[in-house]
């Protein structure tokens, strides 16, 4: 049997795996899943239309699948999911989709979520991301894999942050933020590329040396967007053409095609 602490109150219509722990005076509401090895702190509140994964620790205080602090909201039955292996610390709120996107706020697997985070309604989260005390993801906002939200940084709405991107503390994001770069201020302002997290997951020399020519013609030349994105397609040209000085290999031009789907898609304009 699940290890069900006798003051929780668990609906029986809950899905729970044999081996959820559920702390202390929490509240687990009939529409919830919850996958093995996961633990639930003291004093959480899971409600709504919500499926949480394998493995994950959320602490105490929580309150998860809440629905949406949107006044279009009439009370469909939108989603929150939660993937595996994620850290989720105190204090932090993440709610239900709306019917007005895609329905659901999803959360990938391998994140560290401090406390006090807010998650929106339609906050698409990828993996492996790190988001640090009181950092505030506003509706419909999109956050690829492996990227760092600094502590009390505010996210717009509608927002996208790309792969592999951190931003510092405070920062305010108002426009998307391609893969890579980093940014902080308010306005924000991009202060180089993310030269440090790319080696730590093992970036190559060739590798960072290609994101640092994307870095300079996005924001070092003086070309215009379309200017920027036109010279980036190059690098993945042969030898003797565009940038390149040696014909790019797999992993090269998979970033160059990440960096251009990025820019290809941002409807808010990117953080210059």
């Known amino acids: 049997m699940s290890a069900i602490h006798p003051t929780a109150i668990v609906d029986p219509q809950a899905r729970l795996a044999a081996d959820v722990q559920v702390g202390p005076y929490s509240v ?9 090895g ?17 493995d994950n620790r959320i602490w105490q ?14 009370g469909e039955p939108t989603e929150l999911s939660i993937g595996d292996g994620n850290t989720i610390r105190e204090f932090c709120t993440f709610n239900c989709g709306t ?12 994140n560290w979520v401090m406390a006090y ?4 309604h339609d906050v698409q989260l990828g993996s492996h991301c790190i ?26 709405q509608f927002v996208k942050i790309g792969a592999h991107a951190m931003a510092g503390f405070q920062t305010a994001l108002t426009q998307d933020v391609p893969p890579f770069m980093m940014v902080d201020g308010n306005p924000a302002h991009v202060h180089g590329f993310n030269v440090e997290g790319l080696r730590r997951r093992g970036f190559g020399p060739e590798r960072i040396a290609l994101v640092k020519q994307m870095h ?18 190059a690098l993945t ?18 970033d160059v095609e990440l960096m251009l789907g990025f820019l290809a898609a941002s409807r808010r304009g990117i953080v210059r």
């Open 61 to 74: 205080f929580c309150s998860l699948g809440a629905a949406p602090q949107d006044k279009k909201y009439a």
């Open 28 to 36: 687990i509401g009939p529409h919830v899943t919850i996958g093995g």
């Open 131 to 156: 988001l640090a005390n009181n950092a505030t993801l506003a509706g419909h906002v999109q956050v690829d894999d492996w990227v760092i939200v600094g502590g009390l940084t505010g996210v717009h």
């Open 117 to 120: 985070v807010h998650l929106a």
């Open 216 to 233: 300079r013609l996005l924001y070092r030349e003086g070309l215009t967007f379309e200017a920027s994105k036109t010279a980036i397609a």
């Open 237 to 254: 040209g042969p030898p003797g053409q565009g940038e390149r000085v040696a014909p790019a290999g797999e992993a090269q031009n998979a």
């Open 99 to 110: 019917a007005q996107d895609q329905g659901v706020t999803r959360v990938g697997d391998d």
């Open 38 to 54: 996961t633990t639930i702190g003291p004093h959480c509140v899971i409600e709504g239309h919500t499926t949480i994964g394998r």
